[in-house]
């Protein structure tokens, strides 16, 4: 909006430009309400013009700022017992709304008034045994929320109208509570039955729970490792554990001698390689070149050249 109104202790209502400065205000009605009630509400209209005030002293004035001296109709007996009682335009600003206040002990109804533009009485709703306080008209889902003095908040809403909001829970019906019905006829005690026709009593929690613990099933007990070779594609205990991997790794470690030379110990095995071969020479018998090895005394030569 381009004001920005407010009323004083005094019954004036005063407007400054939302543009500033706000020293002095551009519009001043001084005689606007009763003095020393509280104005309890200014709403503004969306062409600028138009302004509503719910005063202290049981009006409803229509005001045209344009021609602000005198407001342009007043509604009188609309009891305020309350400095922040509400009054709004409708969405669409064809309606205003405010709300009635009641004195306590006295059999009355709070109301909310519907009246047109000009200030005009079309529906007056009874909505609580208390005074009508707050009031607000909701753009979008229409329906009007109302706070009451008694601490109360109603919802209005439309069939028509509204959309979502009360009406969400509204249509929803009451869950039925589910009472279950249970016999208890008397019990006999056998305690020298058979096994097969004696029935077992009422055991403690305890002793339920160290049942469980027995069946694997209930008590959801882990698989026990299994000894020797693995079955069923599990792996034996004998090569699944930390321990029996060191132990293997230990006995090939304690077969190889560290003091023996690589390649004797790789040498030694081609005689036997030469004689029977099993993997790769079949292969290449008759393409492959005859190894020649370097004799263990060539290394030492070459020094000695090297350092004389």
Same mark, same amino acid.
């Given at each position: 909006?381009?004001?920005?109104?407010?009323?004083?202790?005094?019954?004036?209502? #005063?407007?400054?430009?939302?543009?500033?400065?706000? $020293?002095?205000? !551009?519009?001043?009605?001084?005689?606007?309400?009763? /003095?020393?009630?509280?104005?309890?509400?200014?709403?503004?209209?969306?062409?600028?013009?138009?302004?509503?005030?719910?005063?202290?002293?049981?009006? %409803?004035? %229509?005001?045209?700022?344009?021609?602000?001296?005198?407001?342009?109709?007043? $509604?009188?007996?609309?009891?305020?017992?309350?400095?922040?009682?509400?009054?709004? &335009?409708? /969405?669409?600003?064809?309606?205003?709304?405010?709300?009635?206040?009641?004195?306590?002990? #006295?059999?009355?109804?709070?109301?909310?008034? &519907? =009246?047109?533009?000009? %200030?005009?009485? $079309?529906?007056?709703?009874?909505?609580?045994? !208390?005074?009508?306080?707050?009031?607000?008209?909701?753009?979008?889902?229409?329906?009007? +929320?109302?706070?009451?003095?008694?601490?109360?908040?109603?919802?209005?809403?439309?069939?028509?109208?509204?959309?979502?909001?009360?009406?969400?829970?509204?249509?929803?019906?009451?869950?039925?509570? $589910?009472?279950?019905?249970? !016999?208890?006829?008397?019990?006999?005690?056998?305690?020298?039955? %058979?096994?097969? +026709?004696?029935?077992?009593?009422?055991?403690?929690?305890?002793?339920?729970?160290?049942?469980?613990?027995?069946?694997?099933?209930?008590?959801?007990?882990?698989?026990?490792?299994?000894?020797?070779?693995?079955?069923?594609?599990?792996?034996?205990?004998?090569?699944?554990?930390?321990?029996?991997?060191?132990?293997?790794?230990?006995?090939?470690?304690?077969?190889?001698?560290?003091?023996?030379? /690589?390649?004797?110990?790789?040498?030694? =095995?081609?005689?036997?390689?030469?004689?029977?071969?099993?993997?790769?020479?079949?292969?290449?018998?008759?393409?492959? /070149?005859?190894?020649?090895? #370097?004799?263990?005394?060539?290394?030492?030569?070459?020094?000695?050249?090297?350092?004389?």
């Amino acid at each position: 909006g381009k004001l920005i109104g407010g009323a004083m202790q005094n019954g004036s209502i #005063q407007l400054w430009n939302s543009t500033g400065p706000f $020293v002095r205000s !551009s519009i001043t009605n001084h005689t606007a309400h009763t /003095p020393g009630q509280d104005t309890s509400c200014l709403c503004f209209a969306h062409d600028n013009t138009t302004l509503i005030s719910r005063g202290g002293d049981d009006t %409803l004035k %229509l005001w045209d700022i344009r021609k602000f001296r005198s407001p342009v109709k007043v $509604v009188n007996d609309l009891r305020n017992l309350f400095s922040v009682t509400d009054c709004v &335009f409708s /969405p669409d600003e064809k309606l205003i709304v405010t709300g009635t206040s009641i004195i306590k002990g #006295q059999n009355e109804t709070g109301n909310l008034q &519907f =009246y047109d533009k000009e %200030l005009n009485e $079309v529906y007056k709703l009874p909505v609580s045994n !208390s005074s009508v306080i707050r009031c607000l008209w909701h753009p979008k889902i229409h329906q009007i +929320f109302v706070g009451c003095g008694d601490g109360s908040v109603k919802i209005l809403f439309s069939d028509k109208n509204s959309q979502r909001g009360a009406k969400m829970f509204v249509a929803k019906h009451k869950r039925m509570k $589910v009472e279950s019905i249970t !016999s208890a006829g008397p019990r006999i005690v056998t305690p020298h039955a %058979l096994p097969l +026709f004696k029935e077992e009593g009422s055991k403690s929690l305890k002793r339920k729970r160290e049942k469980e613990r027995k069946d694997p099933v209930s008590s959801h007990q882990p698989e026990l490792p299994i000894a020797g070779k693995g079955a069923g594609g599990r792996i034996g205990a004998g090569g699944s554990s930390i321990g029996a991997y060191m132990r293997k790794i230990a006995a090939i470690e304690g077969s190889i001698d560290k003091d023996e030379d /690589p390649r004797e110990a790789i040498l030694k =095995y081609a005689k036997v390689a030469s004689e029977s071969p099993f993997w790769i020479n079949p292969a290449y018998k008759s393409t492959q /070149p005859k190894p020649v090895f #370097q004799d263990g005394d060539s290394d030492e030569e070459d020094n000695e050249t090297k350092d004389t």
